[in-house]
C-alpha cells in the first residue's frame, strides 16, 4: 500500500471507497455534493500534485455521495505543468489502494462539433493520444502494455446517457483528443483535429484513462464544452473564458454526478 493510502485511511478511516472522481477546471463546486466529508490537502499526501491551476482545487475529500463512499481529487495536475504524463500516478495508485474499483474522470474541452454546444456535457466514447506522451514510459514491467479497447466503460457510459436522458440534460457523446497545451490550438490544429476524427479537444483525462485501465478500474470520462474549438466561433478562447463557462456544465455534472455514483 502506497504511503499516501496509509495516511488517507489513517485520517479518513479504512472503509473502502467504491470510486474516485477527478474534477476538471473550473468543477471543483462539484466536491460540496459530499456527504460526511473529510478533507485532507494534498500537501500532506506524498505524491499528490503540487503547485496548481487556477480554478483547480488542491484537496482530497473523502466521503459519501448516493449511498457510496467517494473519494474526490478537486484537481489534478496536468501534463503541460511540468511535462510528467505520470504525473496522477501517485494519487491514482492511493485511490486503487483504497479499493476503488471506478474512475470517473470530468474536464473541460473545446467541441469540434457544431452540435456539441458551450454548455453541453459529452460523455467521452474514446480518445486520440495526440500529444504522443504516456504515463507509463518507464514502467518496467509487462504490465505496461494496456489494452486501451473499451477503455472509457460502454456500461458505465451507457449508465450516464440513460441518466442523462431522464433528466434532460441533453447530453451528447464523442471523441476526445488529448492536446498537450498549455496554449491553445490553431485554427489549422483545429481543423487537422476534425479531419483525425475528435469531437473535442482538451488538455488532460488520456494519461489518467491510461493509468486507471493499467490499475484495473473502470473509467468513465465527461467532458463540460466550454467552448468551440479556435477558429470554429467568433468567441474568444481563453482560460477566464473556460472557468467562466464551465460554471453550466458544472451545474448539469451536479445532477448527473450523484445519479451515476448511486448507480454504480
Ligand atoms: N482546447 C483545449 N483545451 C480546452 C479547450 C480548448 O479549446 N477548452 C477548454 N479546454
Known amino acids: 500500500m502506497t504511503k499516501a493510502a496509509k495516511t488517507i485511511r489513517k485520517i479518513a478511516g479504512s472503509e473502502p471507497i467504491a470510486a474516485a472522481l477527478v474534477l476538471g477546471s473550473g468543477l471543483s463546486?462539484?466536491?460540496?455534493?459530499?456527504?460526511?466529508?473529510?478533507?485532507?490537502?494534498?500537501?500532506?499526501?506524498?505524491?499528490?500534485?503540487?503547485?496548481?491551476?487556477?480554478?483547480?482545487?488542491?484537496?482530497?475529500?473523502?466521503?459519501?455521495?448516493?449511498?457510496?463512499?467517494?473519494?474526490?481529487?478537486?484537481?489534478?495536475?496536468?501534463?503541460y505543468e511540468h511535462g510528467n504524463a505520470a504525473a496522477m500516478r501517485p494519487a491514482l495508485e492511493a485511490m486503487a489502494d483504497l479499493g476503488a474499483e471506478k474512475l470517473l474522470l470530468t474536464n473541460s474541452a473545446g467541441s469540434l462539433d457544431?452540435?456539441?454546444?458551450?454548455?453541453?456535457?459529452?460523455?467521452?466514447?474514446?480518445?486520440?493520444?495526440?500529444?504522443?506522451?504516456?504515463?507509463?514510459?518507464?514502467?518496467?514491467?509487462d504490465r505496461r502494455f494496456v489494452n486501451m479497447v473499451n477503455c472509457y466503460d460502454s456500461d458505465l457510459r451507457a449508465k450516464a446517457q440513460g441518466i442523462g436522458d431522464r433528466l434532460d440534460l441533453n447530453v451528447k457523446q464523442g471523441i476526445y483528443l488529448w492536446y498537450s497545451g498549455p496554449s491553445f490550438e490553431t485554427v489549422a490544429e483545429i481543423q487537422m483535429a476534425i479531419r483525425l476524427g475528435a469531437t473535442a479537444v482538451g488538455m488532460s483525462t488520456a494519461p489518467e484513462v491510461i493509468l486507471g485501465r493499467y490499475l484495473g478500474m473502470k473509467v468513465w470520462a465527461c467532458s463540460s464544452i466550454t467552448n468551440m474549438g479556435a477558429g470554429l466561433s467568433n468567441e474568444h478562447i481563453s482560460h477566464e473564458h473556460t472557468k467562466t463557462m464551465a460554471v453550466q456544465g458544472a451545474e448539469k455534472l451536479r445532477k448527473l454526478i450523484p445519479a451515476l455514483v448511486e448507480e454504480l
Not at 457544431?114 to 518496467?140: K, V, W
Open 29 to 79: 463546486s462539484i466536491g460540496d455534493l459530499l456527504a460526511d466529508k473529510v478533507t485532507i490537502p494534498y500537501s500532506e499526501l506524498k505524491g499528490f500534485p503540487g503547485g496548481g491551476v487556477s480554478g483547480h482545487g488542491r484537496d482530497l475529500l473523502i466521503g459519501t455521495m448516493g449511498g457510496k463512499r467517494l473519494a474526490i481529487l478537486t484537481g489534478r495536475e496536468h501534463y
Open 114 to 141: 457544431e452540435n456539441i454546444r458551450p454548455g453541453d456535457l459529452m460523455l467521452i466514447s474514446d480518445h486520440i493520444n495526440y500529444a504522443g506522451m504516456n504515463p507509463l514510459i518507464g514502467e518496467p514491467t
